[in-house]
């Protein structure tokens, strides 16, 4: 089963927009599922995840937040 990664947005974020984006590239190296939640208008994820959007997380927590950090989603998705 290959594992999901977790990304939370706002569709008005340019950052989420570029985090998306590299993600989904990765995708084309790396096999893993993304599930990408907007959370505007959720309020418990807007109070959670507002402030540090867009924020990636994998089963175990958050993996980074406002830039894709590559090498830490490759080491999350390598001790899977």
Same mark, same amino acid.
């Given at each position: ?19 998306? #984006? ?10 893993? #599922?993304?599930? !990408? ?6 309020? @418990?994820?807007?109070? #959670? ?5 867009? !924020?990636?997380?994998? #089963?175990?927590? @958050? ?9 830490? !989603? ?7």
């Amino acid at each position: 089963m290959k594992p999901t990664l977790t990304l939370y947005i706002n569709s008005y974020c340019h950052l989420c927009e570029e985090m998306t #984006a590299q993600l989904m590239r990765l995708q084309g190296s790396i096999d893993f #599922a993304l599930e !990408v939640i907007d959370i505007e208008g959720r309020s @418990e994820l807007e109070a #959670a995840y507002a402030e540090r959007l867009p !924020v990636l997380l994998g #089963a175990d927590g @958050e993996i980074c937040h406002f830039h894709l950090d590559q090498e830490a !989603v490759r080491a999350y998705l390598s001790g899977r």
